[in-house]
């Protein structure tokens, strides 16, 4: 199985500033078609996940600009370029390439 | 637009056989070129993914819950569901259905992209 390793677990930040989180794959996620399926997820306490970013660096429809993605090979990055309130919850990285799907332990974003 | 809705008992006893169904609304499951999935996260943890099914019966598990789990489909519903039986108190979950990748990917953006609200299963006598 493809491990997701993500860090740090817990994120405390100050409102406005920057947040960034890793995740760390145990293989590559290139899959045949050429393309690197690694999602990211935010869950807001009490909701379902909701994926914010695909296949690296893709936002999804309605997804502020200030969350980017990035990375390759086996190392990803999510970054929220201002913090703000609404950000709050554990954001989760997964992998779609391999079976099977894995998911990262989660972090904990949460305002100083 | 696409909706999946999880459906089943909140209480299960331990030992017994735990099955959710999902409801999916807003596209065909027989029509569509999607994996299915369950995934489910314990309360105060992480998410974890259980399995995923074609329409076809073609299924993938998690090699940590395969002895114990079966995904199936019914088409005629628009419906897939999940068993997982001679359940613990490690099953107590919120247990998540949403629509995996294609079958045959190409340069795909979907995956993984739409979720259900949840359902709270708790094993406990």
């Known amino acids: 199985d493809v491990v997701m390793t993500q860090s740090p677990l817990s994120l405390p930040v100050t409102l406005g500033q920057p947040a960034s989180i890793s995740c760390r794959s145990s293989?590559?996620?290139?899959?045949?078609?050429?393309?690197?399926?690694l999602n990211w997820f935010q869950q807001r306490p009490g909701q379902s996940p909701r994926r914010l970013i695909y296949?690296?660096?893709n936002r999804d429809s309605g997804v502020p600009d200030r969350f980017s993605g990035s990375g390759s090979g086996t190392d990803f990055t999510l970054k929220i370029r201002r913090v703000e309130a609404e950000d709050v919850g554990v954001y989760y990285c997964?992998?779609?390439?391999?079976?099977?799907?894995?998911f990262g332990q989660g972090t904990k974003v949460e305002i100083k | 637009q696409l909706q999946l809705q999880e459906s089943g008992p909140g209480l299960v006893k331990p030992s017994e056989t735990l099955t959710l169904t999902c409801t999916v609304s807003?596209?065909?499951?027989?029509?569509?070129?999607?994996?299915w999935g369950w995934i489910r996260q314990p309360p105060g943890k992480g998410l974890e993914w259980i399995g995923s099914?074609?329409?076809?019966?073609?299924?993938y598990y998690n090699p940590s819950l395969k002895s114990r789990v079966t995904i199936s489909v019914d088409t005629a519903k628009n419906q897939f569901s999940l068993r997982v039986s001679s359940v613990t108190a490690a099953d107590t979950a919120v247990y998540y259905c949403?629509?995996?990748?294609?079958?045959?990917?190409?340069?795909?953006?979907?995956?993984?992209?739409?979720w259900g609200q949840g359902t709270t299963v708790t094993v406990s006598s």
């Open positions: 949403a629509r995996d990748y294609e079958v045959l990917r190409y340069h795909s953006d979907y995956g993984m992209d739409v």
């Open positions: 807003g596209g065909s499951i027989s029509s569509s070129t999607y994996y």
């Open positions: 099914i074609y329409y076809s019966g073609t299924s």
């Open positions: 293989q590559g996620l290139v899959y045949i078609d050429g393309n690197t399926y």
């Open positions: 296949k690296v660096s």
């Open positions: 997964m992998q779609g390439t391999h079976w099977p799907r894995t």
